[in-house]
């Protein structure tokens, strides 16, 4: 099983260029998220999916949009890249037993630069 | 990771035990759970303690869950050199949401 897949690993954008994270799940998961993580600050939500054809705004959406394009894929877009934006992204999806315990997988991260 | 807090870092010597503290909001967290970041990777679930237990044990890996205080911690025992990384302590999303929610992480330092 691949699990959670990120692209780019890497990448460099020059302020005010657009680009477009994508991130796939084989597990078959209904829920995904979009989170970035920087230093100091953990790990903050920016969008998340409950399932196909749903998302919603997590605690930090400003300068986002997200496409939950089918039940596997779910990328995550900047329409207009800002040096703030530089940190890492991961992408996640997550399921939930019966019993109510919730497993997040993550992907490997996407390392963003906004110079 | 407003809602969850933990130190940022802690520095063991390898052999020694290591004890990762977290302090989290919802007491109706059924379950709280810790999660290990390696190096240049995403997280990965590590343990969890369902919410009426106090202790749950794994291998070297100890949880200890007051829930009075709603205070959660991870101690791990022998600790090696690969036991570095970022540990997160993690739970239930705000209102009981299944969204996990992540504290803003403890960097464990192993040195020799």
């Known amino acids: 099983n691949a699990g959670v897949t990120q692209t780019p690993k890497f990448q460099v954008l020059k302020t005010g260029q657009s680009m477009t994270l994508q991130c796939a799940q084989d597990?078959?998961?209904?829920?995904m998220y979009w989170y970035r993580q920087d230093p100091g600050m953990g790990l903050r939500l920016i969008y998340y999916s409950a399932s196909e054809g749903t998302t919603d705004k997590g605690e930090v959406p400003n300068g986002y949009n997200v496409s939950r394009l089918n039940k596997r894929e779910f990328s995550l877009r900047l329409e207009s890249a800002a040096p703030s934006q530089t940190s890492v992204y991961f992408c996640?999806?997550?399921?939930?037993?019966?019993?109510?315990?919730?497993?997040?997988?993550f992907g490997q991260g996407t390392r963003l630069t906004v110079v | 990771g407003e809602d969850v807090e933990q130190s940022l870092f802690l520095s063991v010597r390898e052999g020694d035990s290591s004890v990762i503290n977290c302090t989290y909001t919802d007491s109706s967290s059924t379950y709280l759970y810790w999660y290990k970041q390696e190096p240049g990777a995403g997280l990965q679930l590590l343990t969890y303690?369902?919410?009426?237990?106090d202790m749950k044990q794994d291998q070297r890996l100890t949880v200890l869950l007051n829930k009075k205080d709603k205070h959660l911690s991870l101690r791990i025992a022998d600790t090696q050199t690969g036991d570095s990384a970022i540990y997160f302590c993690?739970?239930?999303?705000?209102?009981?949401?299944?969204?996990?929610?992540f504290g803003r992480g403890t960097s464990l330092i192993v040195h020799p």
């Open positions: 597990m078959n998961h209904n829920s």
């Open positions: 993690a739970e239930r999303g705000p209102g009981g949401s299944y969204i996990p929610t």
């Open positions: 303690i369902f919410s009426n237990m």
């Open positions: 996640a999806s997550s399921t939930t037993s019966n019993e109510g315990r919730t497993e997040a997988f």
